[in-house]
């Protein structure tokens, strides 16, 4: 003990050693109290982890340097020999020779021994911690909160983002913090982009992510997608459209059992300039867009992620959010030209939430009183009811701060509003050398079965409340 005291004392001849002692102490402490916290339940946010693992870690580090750096310099001014110092700081005692060495070696070397565990002990505990959810989306605050806000209601809700964004073994590690340190500075400096670009270039290959869970050429049998839509008629009329994707090698997953290269003009891959496909036999076609072949681009082998692009965190746009709220009857269709107002509401561009919870509100009351003054005590719940879930899916689906809003990203599958989908390739302005294009007739992906074909009164598709049986509407 007196001799851990002497260590102590002897350790801290100036400024430098006893800052860098207090700043161990403070980490160790520190560390020892947040954990407690966490293992026992009390604390357990983002904020604390941040602290805990991050944080401390660097003030531990610092400490060490200081004190490396506060003996350095006593041993400068001294002018002695290491040898002759170290013995008039430590005492002749510590450096005695022993069977194990002296005891100032004994001490060091434990010292050492003891700054390695912790310093490991706790990466191993940071690096388990930056692989959950909760730290990606929310550790840099607002960045990626679109992603976490879609990501928790997606198919892959229970998907850590890892999962998908870093690749297997040393290297997707390494390189997935690489990629992760520029985003910590980016982030804190204020240099990223918004809104943030998909990450295509750096994402790892679908076989090493997907691949963990999906078999590439499974056969997923039939699958029938059914759409109900709702006109921006006084009715808010829906139509339904039905088709059976075959969702196998044979069908719309042909691209999962054959090779495509293509090249877009950016990584948005939306402007295909070129694409090829190479046969079982190796043969090669290539169909190229008029004026395509000598412009400079990024050509990538197509996988799962030129499709399925936002399957971990999927935007709707306003259209498909505001059908959503009809379908489900959170929006109540007897409204009078409803839908084409909830549209109106949600895509104007607000300048803050605030002003768009107020004025969502302030468009559609605004609108019922004038249109229809007589019928506002019995329309007035729907209203409101209307108003509520519309500003809820305002703050769903749009993030000023970050630059995503209504459409910023879109789907790279089938047909959707923004954006061209297959049609990227399956096109009439993509041909091969005999002129003949990528195939886009209508039942090269799927059987149509019904195109916004009315939806007769009466008639509710599967898994719609019956809000067209209901009594005529009233209004
Ligand atoms: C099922 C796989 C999957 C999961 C899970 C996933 N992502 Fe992604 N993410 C992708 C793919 C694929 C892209 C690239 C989109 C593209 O190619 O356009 C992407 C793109 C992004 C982007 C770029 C902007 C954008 O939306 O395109 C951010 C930011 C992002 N992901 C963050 C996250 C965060 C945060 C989580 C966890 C909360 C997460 N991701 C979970 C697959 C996934
Ligand atoms: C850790 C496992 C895991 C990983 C990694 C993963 N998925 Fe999934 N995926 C699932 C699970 C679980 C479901 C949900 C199945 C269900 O709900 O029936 C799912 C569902 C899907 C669906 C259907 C639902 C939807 O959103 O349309 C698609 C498409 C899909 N995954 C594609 C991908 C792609 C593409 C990747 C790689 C970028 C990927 N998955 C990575 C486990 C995973
Ligand atoms: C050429 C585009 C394309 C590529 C490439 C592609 N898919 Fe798909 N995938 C589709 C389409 C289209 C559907 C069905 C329609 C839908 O769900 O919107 C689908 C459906 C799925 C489903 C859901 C099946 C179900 O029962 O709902 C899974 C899972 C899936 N794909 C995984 C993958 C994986 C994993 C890869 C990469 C090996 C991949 N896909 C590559 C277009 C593609
Ligand atoms: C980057 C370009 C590109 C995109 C995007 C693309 N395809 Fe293709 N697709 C091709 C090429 C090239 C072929 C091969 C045509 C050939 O060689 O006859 C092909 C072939 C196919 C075939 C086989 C056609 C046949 O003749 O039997 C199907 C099915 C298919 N694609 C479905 C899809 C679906 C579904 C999507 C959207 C989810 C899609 N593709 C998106 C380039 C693309
Ligand atoms: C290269 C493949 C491909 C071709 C060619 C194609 N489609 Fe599609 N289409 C799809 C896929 C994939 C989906 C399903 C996407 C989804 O699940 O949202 C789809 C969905 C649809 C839908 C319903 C979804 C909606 O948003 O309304 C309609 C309608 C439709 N297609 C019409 C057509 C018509 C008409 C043609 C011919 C001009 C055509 N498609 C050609 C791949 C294709």
């Given at each position: 003990m007196r001799r851990l005291f002497r260590v102590l004392h002897a350790i801290t001849p100036n400024g430098g050693g006893t800052v860098g002692l207090a700043l161990v102490g403070s980490a160790v402490f520190l560390y020892a109290l947040l954990e407690w916290l966490i293992l026992t339940g009390d604390l357990g946010n983002m904020t604390t982890g941040m602290v805990l693992y991050l944080v401390?870690?660097?003030?531990?580090?610092?400490?060490?340097?200081?004190?490396?750096?506060?003996?350095?310099?006593?041993?400068?001014?001294?002018?002695?020999?290491?040898?002759?110092?170290?013995?008039?700081?430590?005492?002749?005692?510590?450096?005695?020779?022993?069977?194990?060495?002296?005891?100032l070696a004994l001490i060091t070397a434990a010292g050492a021994i003891a700054s390695l565990a912790f310093l490991g002990g706790s990466s191993a505990r940071m690096l388990h911690f930056m692989e959950q959810p909760a730290f990606c989306g929310t550790a840099c605050h607002t960045v990626m909160e679109p992603e976490w806000v879609a990501w928790h209601g997606s198919a892959h809700a229970g998907v850590a983002c890892v999962e998908c964004h870093v690749g297997e073994g040393i290297k997707g590690l390494a390189v997935s913090k690489i990629h992760g340190s520029w985003e910590l500075i980016s982030v804190t400096l204020d240099l990223y982009e918004r809104p943030i670009p998909a990450p295509v270039a750096s994402l790892p290959a679908t076989d090493e992510t997907c691949g963990r869970c999906h078999v590439a050429e499974a056969d997923h049998g039939v699958k029938v997608v059914e759409r109900v839509r709702y006109g921006l008629d006084e009715a808010s009329t829906p139509t339904r459209s039905q088709l059976a994707l075959d969702v196998s090698p044979r069908g719309v997953h042909w691209h999962?059992?054959?090779?495509?290269?293509?090249?877009?003009?950016?990584?948005?891959?939306?402007?295909?300039?070129?694409?090829?496909?190479?046969?079982?036999?190796?043969?090669?076609?290539?169909?190229?867009?008029?004026?395509?072949?000598?412009?400079?681009?990024?050509?990538?082998?197509?996988?799962?992620?030129?499709?399925?692009?936002?399957?971990?965190?999927?935007?709707?746009?306003?259209?498909?959010?505001?059908?959503?709220?009809?379908?489900?009857?959170?929006?109540?269709?007897?409204?009078?030209?409803?839908?084409?107002?909830?549209?109106?509401?949600?895509?104007?561009?607000?300048?803050?939430?605030?002003?768009?919870?107020?004025?969502?509100?302030?468009?559609?009351?605004?609108?019922?009183?004038?249109?229809?003054?007589?019928?506002?005590?019995?329309?007035?719940?729907?209203?409101?009811?209307?108003?509520?879930?519309?500003?809820?899916?305002?703050?769903?689906?749009?993030?000023?701060?970050?630059?995503?809003?209504?459409?910023?990203?879109?789907?790279?599958?089938?047909?959707?509003?923004?954006?061209?989908?297959?049609?990227?390739?399956?096109?009439?302005?993509?041909?091969?050398?005999?002129?003949?294009?990528?195939?886009?007739?209508?039942?090269?992906?799927?059987?149509?079965?019904?195109?916004?074909?009315?939806?007769?009164?009466?008639?509710?598709?599967?898994?719609?409340?019956?809000?067209?049986?209901?009594?005529?509407?009233?209004?």
């Amino acid at each position: 003990m007196r001799r851990l005291f002497r260590v102590l004392h002897a350790i801290t001849p100036n400024g430098g050693g006893t800052v860098g002692l207090a700043l161990v102490g403070s980490a160790v402490f520190l560390y020892a109290l947040l954990e407690w916290l966490i293992l026992t339940g009390d604390l357990g946010n983002m904020t604390t982890g941040m602290v805990l693992y991050l944080v401390v870690p660097v003030v531990f580090g610092a400490g060490l340097a200081a004190i490396g750096g506060g003996l350095w310099w006593s041993w400068r001014r001294s002018a002695l020999s290491p040898r002759r110092w170290a013995a008039s700081r430590f005492g002749e005692e510590l450096l005695a020779p022993a069977t194990w060495g002296s005891a100032l070696a004994l001490i060091t070397a434990a010292g050492a021994i003891a700054s390695l565990a912790f310093l490991g002990g706790s990466s191993a505990r940071m690096l388990h911690f930056m692989e959950q959810p909760a730290f990606c989306g929310t550790a840099c605050h607002t960045v990626m909160e679109p992603e976490w806000v879609a990501w928790h209601g997606s198919a892959h809700a229970g998907v850590a983002c890892v999962e998908c964004h870093v690749g297997e073994g040393i290297k997707g590690l390494a390189v997935s913090k690489i990629h992760g340190s520029w985003e910590l500075i980016s982030v804190t400096l204020d240099l990223y982009e918004r809104p943030i670009p998909a990450p295509v270039a750096s994402l790892p290959a679908t076989d090493e992510t997907c691949g963990r869970c999906h078999v590439a050429e499974a056969d997923h049998g039939v699958k029938v997608v059914e759409r109900v839509r709702y006109g921006l008629d006084e009715a808010s009329t829906p139509t339904r459209s039905q088709l059976a994707l075959d969702v196998s090698p044979r069908g719309v997953h042909w691209h999962t059992a054959h090779r495509v290269r293509f090249a877009s003009v950016d990584d948005a891959r939306e402007v295909v300039l070129w694409a090829e496909s190479e046969r079982a036999d190796g043969a090669v076609r290539r169909f190229t867009r008029e004026g395509g072949r000598g412009a400079s681009a990024e050509v990538r082998e197509m996988d799962c992620v030129d499709c399925h692009a936002r399957t971990g965190h999927r935007f709707a746009t306003a259209e498909e959010t505001v059908d959503r709220l009809l379908t489900d009857g959170r929006v109540d269709r007897r409204l009078p030209w409803i839908k084409a107002l909830a549209l109106d509401a949600l895509q104007d561009s607000w300048p803050s939430e605030e002003a768009a919870m107020r004025g969502i509100e302030r468009e559609l009351w605004g609108s019922y009183q004038r249109s229809h003054p007589q019928q506002l005590p019995e329309l007035g719940p729907a209203i409101d009811q209307a108003v509520a879930a519309l500003q809820g899916a305002y703050r769903q689906g749009t993030f000023r701060e970050v630059g995503v809003s209504w459409g910023t990203h879109q789907d790279l599958i089938g047909h959707p509003a923004r954006g061209q989908g297959c049609f990227r390739c399956h096109q009439e302005k993509l041909v091969d050398e005999a002129g003949q294009p990528v195939p886009f007739a209508c039942d090269t992906c799927h059987t149509l079965r019904a195109w916004d074909a009315p939806l007769a009164s009466g008639l509710v598709p599967e898994g719609m409340p019956s809000l067209a049986t209901s009594a005529e509407p009233a209004l």
